[in-house]
C-alpha cells in the first residue's frame, strides 16, 4: 500500500526500513539525529556504566597495603638484627628456635623465639625469651586491629616459657589498659611499647600491611641442690624490664631492615 514503509526481512518484522536505513536520502535523515535509533543510547548506557563499575573495582584494588618490600624468607632470630637487645641483656649465650612461618593469600606469618638462661648465683638462674612475630597483611589494611589497643582493656594469660626440656609455667592474670601504652616515635607508621605485665616489655610496630611485634620476658628460677631455696626473697629482680627499651627500639630498626632486603 502506498505510503506504508516496506518491512525489512530478517528483523521479525518490526522494525520499517526507512529507520534502519543509513542512507542520506531516507526518512531517517529528516529527523533529529538517533531518534530513530533508541536500541543506541541502551547500548551506550551498560557501556558507560560498565566503565564507571571497573573504575570502582579498580579504586578498590589499589588499597591494597604497602609491605614496603618485606618478605619472609628466613629465620628472623637467626641473624644479627637482634643483637642490640642481647647484648644490653647481658653477657649470655641466646638459643633461636625453629621459626614457624605459615604463608597464604591474605597474610604471611613468621614467629620464633630467642631464649637464654644464666645462673646468677646461689642457685638461682634467670631466664630471658624474646619472641618475634611479623605478619604481613596482602589484601587488607591492619591499622584498625592496631590502634584498638590503645582504647581497649583486655585480660591477658601469660604463657609458658621453654628451658631445654623443661616446660616452665606461669600463673595469674592481668590487665591491660591505655597507662600500659607508651607511644614510641621514628619506627614505622606507628608504634608503641605494653606493658603486658610483670617482667615484660612489648614494642608493637605498624609499617604499611606490616605488623611486626618484639617482646622480652624475664624470670628468675631455682636450679639449686635442694628441692627449694632457704630464702625464697632472694631471686634476682627482673620484674623492671623498661630499661631494655632503647635496645628494643635499635633490634626492632635492624629487624625491619632485614626484613626489607
Given at each position: 500500500m502506498i505510503g506504508e514503509p516496506e518491512m525489512v526481512e530478517g528483523t521479525g518484522g518490526d522494525l520499517p526500513s526507512d529507520v534502519?536505513?543509513?542512507?542520506?536520502?531516507?526518512?531517517?535523515k529528516a529527523n533529529a539525529?538517533?531518534?530513530?535509533?533508541?536500541?543506541?543510547?541502551?547500548?551506550?548506557g551498560i557501556a558507560v556504566a560498565s566503565a564507571v563499575w571497573a573504575a570502582v573495582l579498580h579504586g578498590v584494588g589499589a588499597t591494597t597495603p604497602d609491605l614496603h618490600g618485606y618478605h619472609l624468607g628466613g629465620n628472623p632470630c637467626a641473624g644479627s638484627a637482634l643483637g642490640p637487645l642481647e647484648d644490653a641483656v647481658g653477657k649470655r649465650s641466646f638459643a633461636a628456635s625453629d621459626a614457624n612461618m605459615s604463608q597464604g593469600p591474605a597474610l604471611d606469618?613468621?614467629?620464633?623465639?630467642?631464649?637464654?638462661?644464666?645462673?646468677?648465683?646461689?642457685?638461682?638462674?634467670?631466664?630471658?625469651?624474646?619472641?618475634?612475630?611479623?605478619?604481613?597483611h596482602k589484601k587488607t589494611d591492619p591499622r584498625a586491629e592496631f590502634e584498638n589497643v590503645r582504647h581497649a582493656r583486655a585480660s591477658t594469660v601469660p604463657g609458658a616459657s621453654r628451658d631445654g626440656s623443661a616446660v616452665l609455667a606461669v600463673t595469674g592474670t592481668d590487665t591491660t589498659s591505655a597507662d600500659d601504652v607508651h607511644p614510641v616515635t621514628g619506627v614505622g607508621d606507628e608504634a608503641?611499647?605494653?606493658?603486658?605485665?610483670?617482667s615484660a616489655q612489648?614494642?608493637?610496630?605498624?609499617?604499611?600491611?606490616?605488623?611486626?611485634?618484639?617482646?622480652?620476658?624475664?624470670?628468675?628460677?631455682?636450679?639449686?641442690?635442694?628441692?627449694?631455696?632457704?630464702?625464697?626473697d632472694g631471686a634476682p629482680d627482673v620484674s623492671d624490664l623498661s630499661g631494655l627499651r632503647p635496645a628494643m627500639t635499635a633490634a626492632m630498626?635492624?629487624?625491619?631492615?632485614?626484613?626489607a632486603s
Open positions: 534502519l536505513s543509513d542512507s542520506d536520502d531516507g526518512p531517517a539525529p538517533w531518534s530513530g535509533r533508541p536500541w543506541v543510547w541502551a547500548v551506550g606469618k613468621v614467629s620464633c623465639v630467642l631464649s637464654s638462661n644464666s645462673p646468677t648465683g646461689d642457685g638461682w638462674v634467670t631466664d630471658y625469651a624474646v619472641t618475634v612475630t611479623v605478619e604481613l608503641y611499647f605494653l606493658d603486658s605485665r610483670a612489648t614494642l608493637q610496630v605498624l609499617h604499611g600491611g606490616a605488623v611486626l611485634t618484639l617482646q622480652i620476658t624475664g624470670y628468675s628460677r631455682w636450679n639449686g641442690p635442694t628441692g627449694s631455696p632457704a630464702d625464697p630498626r635492624h629487624l625491619m631492615t632485614s626484613l
